[in-house]
Each structure stands twice: as C-alpha cells, then as structure tokens.
C-alpha cells in the first residue's frame, strides 16, 4: 500500500471510529482521535486490516477450538544430565535458598519480614514499585507462618517467605486499582484465586504492586501514579504492565511476586530487570479475581530471582479451578524435579526470520542471546535454524484481541468515566473503535490457522528461542513496543519464560526467551536452568 494509499485508508478509519463511538455513547474528542494517530494506535488497525484480507472466510475461530484439552507431552531426558547449580548470582537470596534456612530456623519469618518492610521504606519512594505496603497484616502471617514452623508443619519452600502480588490481584479488605483511578476505592471482600494460593503455601504478601493503567501498556508509564524506574538504571524504564513486581524483586524489596501476561507483561519487565519472569500455558493457572485486561490471552504467573524459583511458585499457582472455565483439569507436574533434568538431545528452534523484515534486536541483544543459546549447546542440546514469519501477524492479532476484548469490557466505564482514564489508557483503548463489525471473528480465524501451522513446528524442535526484548530497557517514560518476541506466545498460549543472558554497555540487562508447547512448562524450565547455570549473566544486582 502506497503512503497515499494508506493515509486515505486511515481518514477512513477514523470516520469509522467516530461512527461507532457516537452509536456506543461515548463522547469523543478531535484532541483524542489526534493521539491515537500520534501514539500509532491506529496503526495496528490498518496492520490487521491487511490480515484480515488475506484470511479464509470459513475458517473455525480459535474460540471454537478443541485446544488446550489434553495433557502435554513429555519429552524424555536422561536423569544422569544434571546441570550445573546456579551459583553465579551474588546478592540477594532465592526462595529455594531462603527456604532452606527457614525449615532449619536459622531465619526467622518475622525477621526475613521485618528486612523487607525496612528495604520498602528504604527504596520504595525513588523506585515506586508498591501501590500499597500491609506491615500489619505481612508481620501478622509471618508471625503464624513462624508459629507453625516451629511446630514442624512446613508447608513447602513458599512458607514464611516475604512476596508482593500485582495491584489487580482481589485481596480480601484491600482496595485494588489495577493502576487506576476508576477503581481507586475499591475493597474486595474477596481474594483472588493467586492469593489463595500463595496464603495456603504460607507465603507472606507485604504488599501490592505498581502497574500500568488496567495493565494496558508495554511501559510504567502511569498517569495517575506515576512510573516504576528500572532498578538498574533509574533514568530507564521497568517495562509493563508488572512493572513494580518486577523492580521489587530485582531490587531485593521480595523474594519473589505475581505478575499478569497479555502481551509479555511478566517476561518484559523481568527481562529488562535481569531476573526470572515465566509465562505459564493459557489455562494453567486460575485467574479468578484478577481484574481482566483480555480474556483470551490473560495468563498469570511468578516474577523470581532464579529459574529454581519461578518453578516452586508455579507448582503453587498450578491447578484447575472450576471458578475459572479457562482452566484444564490437566495433570500438574513435580516442576522443581524436573530441573535437574537437563538438556541433552533437547532441540532448540532458534528464530532466524520473524517476518518483520527487520534485524532481531541490537547488536549487544543479539550477542548476549547467541551466548545463551551456546550454553545449551555446550550442555548437550542441538540449535536448529526456523523462520517463523507468522510471528509477525500474531503480534498484529495480539493486539487487536486486546483492543477488542479489552473495549468490551471497559465499556460501562468509557461511557460513564472517560475523563478519569488517563490519556494513553484512553487512546489505546478507543482505538479499538477503529476495527470494522468482523474484526474479532477474523483475528480468531486467523490466530487458529496460525496455531495449527505453528503446532507442526514441534516435528522439528522441542523448543523455541527469541531474545525477550530487542534491545535493553528503554529510557523513562517510553512506552515502546516491547512485545516484539512476547506477544506472540500470547495469541499461542505457549509456556515462554525470560532468563538474564547479559548486560549492555550501560548495565542494562538482556534476556533470552524460551517458549515450548502447551502444558510442557517442565521442558521450558529444563532448559531455563541450563542457561542460567551455565550461560552469560555476570550475575549482581542493581
């Protein structure tokens, strides 16, 4: 399409957004429609418009598709391959190290509770990580948790141990905004089903943390809070939408916390933050309670320090729960076991071509990734060369699911608050006015016939690798398009997980991505473990 061509399509874009906002009710304004089009929120409409133009018209929608009802397969691997332990990570401890001391009661939960308090009120005013601290109810579980400690009921490595869980997590008397003002006094009586689950281990949630408005967007950037600094470099950015679980993890405020995933917003904040961020399969952990951002491509899932961690939360967090039609009564697997596992005879698909036309990253993402990939191959994994240009469109259809599903739930809220979101909320969200009445049916008829293409992939490889995010992170305020390599695995449902392979010039950690088929997060961590023991990452903290 010519650039006349495509500026007489996006005027005509615009008139139909005009056209279905006034039938939707909803007041708009020119200042607005002139945001979308700076922000290049319209874009994507255009990007998807070109999709849909090529897609079979009788197509069965991926919201039709028998996926995700089976259990995934094993691949298997020599128990004899046991990696190296992951000792190169000087600073704070890990879940897996703490808990170690806490079962023998070297360390008291009180104590472990009372640091993290202190470190909070230390860090917290410059980083911004936390939308609500709970001293109180923290020091009160860690007194139980001590209690039952003492008593020999241990309830695993999750028992005792300070974590935070993002602010669109329901927490019984507490109010959660998911980053916004809109919801700014709401109290739930309730707890969300990742609260539950990391109550019922004994872990101890000092608090809430910070994230972009509704968890729409790739960067901090919040206009009623303000933005998350990256512990490593203050004038950049920690990346969204799990922005503050990320920065409170990476700076030593937790051992660990729960982010959400729509379009890599646990991998891209870890990823920029040098730590663990590990995106579960569509459907293996429950979302009840958690406010909804899209309800196709939502995952939640741990932001840790090390691999060992991300697998012990995840054994938490895993399960069907029937309050969640989303999840699969399928079987929850010994994640932690797994690790030793390694990656002998493991195939790793490595991402030459993504359809972009354009280079994978920077040059020092690019070299920081192949030295990943180069721990697996010294440890006895094969590297196999794929194009993958679907993931192109993926990342087009991810996003317009988004702006979809996202619009059809904030609708009772644009007609009657529009003012009280803030204006990159409200751009990217109105823009969703701008796809034609066959947008989401199209966008699932495409996703399934990619899906079905991309399964075949698995005839070639166990696994698939990209660098988490093509560059380091961005500066403050810059919201980028981050999701490059994430979002894809999104509109997939794959496991993907982000693993620290590097810094750059200016002690900005890389990441390197790995994403296998549904159900198999054993496969993802097996070889996650590898790279991080034996990989790159010079290890220290910011």
């Known amino acids: 399409m010519s650039a006349g061509q495509s500026e007489r399509r996006l005027a005509q874009i615009v008139e139909r957004l005009r056209t279905n906002l006034q039938v939707a009710g909803i007041r708009i304004s020119d200042d607005d429609i002139q945001g979308m089009i700076d922000k290049g929120f319209l874009g994507n409409v255009l990007a998807f418009e070109a999709i849909a133009a090529r897609t079979q018209e009788d197509l069965i929608p991926d919201y039709l598709a028998a996926w995700g009802a089976a259990g995934a397969p094993t691949t298997p691997a020599p128990a004899a391959a046991t990696p190296p332990p992951a000792t190169r990570r000087p600073g704070y401890e890990t879940i897996t190290e703490v808990a170690a001391r806490l079962r023998a009661r070297e360390v008291s939960p009180v104590e472990l509770t009372r640091q993290a308090l202190d470190r909070i009120a230390e860090r917290d005013s410059t980083l911004n990580s936390f939308q609500l601290v709970l001293a109180d109810a923290a020091l009160a579980a860690a007194q139980e948790a001590e209690r039952e400690i003492a008593a020999g009921d241990w309830r695993g490595p999750l028992h005792g141990v300070p974590v935070a869980v993002k602010d669109l997590l329901a927490m019984r008397g507490t109010v959660t905004t998911a980053g916004s003002k809109i919801l700014a ?115 939640l899932g741990p932001i840790t320090r090390s691999v060992a961690d991300a697998a012990a939360m995840l054994q938490v967090l895993a399960g069907h729960d029937p309050r969640d039609p989303r999840t699969r009564a399928v079987p929850v697997p010994d994640y932690s076991a797994a690790l030793a596992m390694g990656v002998t005879g493991l195939r790793i698909g490595v991402v030459r071509d993504d359809g972009s036309g354009q280079p994978l990253g920077t040059d020092e993402a690019l070299a920081a990734w192949r030295a990943g990939l180069a721990a697996l191959e010294r440890n006895g994994a094969q590297l196999v060369e794929l194009d993958l240009p679907d993931l192109h469109d993926l990342r087009v259809l991810n996003s317009t699911i988004i702006a979809l599903e996202a619009a059809t739930y904030h609708l009772p809220m644009l007609r009657a608050r529009l003012d009280d979101f803030g204006d990159f909320m409200r751009h990217r969200i109105l823009s969703a006015f701008g796809y034609g009445p066959l947008a989401l049916v199209q966008a699932q008829q495409t996703r399934a016939a990619i899906r079905r293409r991309l399964d075949a992939i698995f005839e070639q490889v166990d696994l698939v690798s990209t660098p988490t995010l093509p560059y380091g992170a961005p500066r403050l305020g810059d919201p980028s398009r981050n999701t490059t390599f994430t979002a894809p695995f999104n509109a997939l449902g794959w496991p993907a997980i982000t693993v620290p392979v590097g810094l750059t010039a200016e002690r900005l950690p890389l990441g390197l991505q790995l994403a296998g088929r549904p159900w198999d997060e054993v496969t993802v961590l097996r070889a996650a473990a590898v790279v991080e023991a034996d990989g790159p990452w010079p290890g220290g903290t910011p």
Do not use: Q
């Open 185 to 299: 006094d709401w109290v739930t009586d309730f707890d969300a089903a990742g609260v539950e689950r990391l109550r019922a281990a004994g872990a101890v949630i000092v608090g809430k943390t910070r994230m972009s408005e509704f968890a729409y967007s790739p960067g901090s950037n919040n206009a009623h809070y303000g933005p998350t600094p990256n512990p490593w470099n203050l004038a950049h950015d920690s990346a969204g939408s799990s922005s503050g679980s990320a920065a409170a993890v990476a700076a030593g405020l937790v051992y660990g916390a729960l982010g959400s995933d729509t379009g890599g917003s646990i991998r891209m904040p870890a990823g920029v933050c040098g730590i663990v961020g590990l995106k579960p399969t569509f459907g293996r952990v429950s979302l009840h309670g958690a406010v909804t951002l899209s309800w196709s491509l939502d995952h």
